[in-house]
T-cell receptor, first 111, second 111 residues
């Protein structure tokens, strides 16, 4: 778990601002997933990426949300023009092939 | 989106008691996973199951992959206070596909 690094751990944004969440997968892992967790809920899949490619974004809202995993550097989940409903914990996970390991999460609060 | 049915939603037990929780799905999964999440942290993988009928232990934890591939259960024996947390089941169709999560079982242990 500790191997997947996410930052920031906590982020406060005003409505209308942008939020950028970063994820560095475990060493040797080329598959990255982003999940969102609302209070008292389970984790909901958002997007699955491999290096430079989005494989599955079926869980990502069509507007304001985007994700990338460049050849060099961390994966970024970007939320533009945040609204109060975006307040949640955002978890990144990585895997080498099958077993998926989660980071400690980024808690976004929109005020 | 698809979600697993996890029960019970919450449990209050005495220290030393055994605990059982389960997860069911309307569709087949080829991998079942059990995670534990503590407040402010990401999910930590407890047990991974890869074959129908498989029974796997990790210390005081035992999990089984249902023979129909549509269910799984997790048992915790002789509970202790540090078992407190939220336990999530997750199903995966195949490697490098997104996990589908249950809503979690919140476990409280009374010393």
């Amino acid at each position: 778990n500790a191997g997947v690094m996410q930052n920031p751990r906590h982020l406060v944004r005003r409505r209308g601002q942008e939020a950028r969440l970063r994820c560095s997968p475990m060493k040797g892992h080329s598959h990255v997933y982003w999940y969102r967790q609302l209070p008292e809920e389970g984790l909901k899949f958002m997007v699955y990426l491999q290096k430079e490619n989005i494989i599955d974004e079926s869980g990502m809202p069509k507007e304001r949300f985007s994700a990338e995993f460049p050849k060099e550097g961390p994966s970024i989940l970007r939320i533009q023009q945040v609204v109060r409903g975006d307040s949640a914990a955002y978890f990144c996970a990585s895997s080498p092939t099958d077993t998926i390991y989660f980071g400690e999460g980024s808690w976004l609060t929109v005020v | 989106g698809q979600q697993l049915n996890q029960s019970p939603q919450s449990m209050f037990i005495q220290e030393g008691e055994d605990v059982s929780m389960n997860c069911t799905s309307s569709s087949i999964f080829n991998t079942w996973l059990w995670y534990k999440q503590e407040p402010g942290e990401g999910p930590v993988l407890l047990i991974a199951l890869y074959k129908a009928g498989e029974l796997t232990s990790n210390g005081r934890l035992t999990a089984q992959f249902g023979i129909t591939r549509k269910d799984s259960f997790l048992n915790i024996s002789a509970s202790i206070p540090s078992d407190v947390g939220i336990y999530f089941c997750a199903g995966q169709w195949k490697g490098n596909t997104p996990l589908v999560f249950g809503k979690g079982t919140r476990l409280s242990v009374i010393a």
